[in-house]
T-cell receptor, first 112, second 112 residues
Framework: DADVTQTPRNRITKTGKRIMLECSQTKGHDRMYWYRQDPGLGLRLIYYSFDVKDINKGEISDGYSVSRQAQAKFSLSLESAIPNQTALYFC???????????FGPGTRLTVL | GESVGLHLPTLSVQEGDNSIINCAYSNSASDYFIWYKQESGKGPQFIIDIRSNMDKRQGQRVTVLLNKTVKHLSLQIAATQPGDSAVYFCAEKGGSNYKLTFGKGTLLTVNP
């Protein structure tokens, strides 16, 4: 079974709709991250959380919000989706053993 | 601002040859570096890491070299195989936090 799972894997939505992407992990890690990946721009950090009560903005947080429901769950919301939020979204985790991050399989989001 | 970059966006090699993928970084405070492999339709997968107090680290068929003088990182893949075809990212961690900054990636294509 995958250690980091994301749902849905693919989503097509319309401008103005609210969208939630979910991430779950069985690695027991405290730290969780949300990234978006665009062609030619690499991975950019949206939000991160170092424990259940900790939420921090990344470099591109505008238009996004997050919720850390439990140690194992970290969800990303787009309150009112717009076309330039079309991208591949990745959740990642890291533990106290080191800074390396472990990624989920990604969610491909298309906003029409 | 600080950035992590790659010298070549694409690299094409013959099966069995050695591959070298390069990465330049500009944050002199970075103390940890990672190489990730991302296959089509999948999330980034950890390959190998190196701390700034080292200049070389070897794994299975892979070697990472770190030159702090010129702020350069490289990933060497020995006897490249078709299964090595993917996008390779370097990432750096600067200072005491656990955030990673990612490069844009190099697409490695292995020709049979």
């Amino acid at each position: 079974d995958a250690d980091v799972t994301q749902t849905p894997r693919n989503r097509i939505t319309k401008t103005g709709k609210r969208i939630m992407l979910e991430c779950s992990q069985t690695k027991g890690h405290d730290r969780m991250y949300w990234y978006r990946q665009d062609p030619g721009l690499g991975l950019r950090l949206i939000y991160y959380s170092f424990d259940v009560k900790d939420i921090n903005k990344g470099e591109i947080s505008d238009g996004y919000s997050v919720s850390r429901q439990a140690q194992a769950k970290f969800s990303l919301s787009l309150e009112s989706a717009i076309p330039n939020q079309t991208a591949l979204y990745f959740c990642a985790t890291s533990g106290t053993g080191g800074p390396e991050q472990f990624f989920g399989p990604g969610t491909r989001l298309t906003v029409l | 601002g600080e950035s992590v970059g790659l010298h070549l966006p694409t690299l094409s090699v013959q099966e069995g040859d050695n591959s070298i993928i390069n990465c330049a970084y500009s944050n002199s405070a970075s103390d940890y570096f990672i190489w990730y492999k991302q296959e089509s339709g999948k999330g980034p997968q950890f390959i190998i890491d190196i701390r700034s107090n080292m200049d070389k680290r070897q794994g299975q068929r892979v070697t990472v070299l770190l030159n702090k003088t010129v702020k350069h990182l490289s990933l060497q893949i020995a006897a490249t195989q078709p299964g090595d075809s993917a996008v390779y990212f370097c990432a750096e961690k600067g200072g005491s936090n656990y955030k990673l900054t990612f490069g844009k990636g190099t697409l490695l294509t292995v020709n049979p």
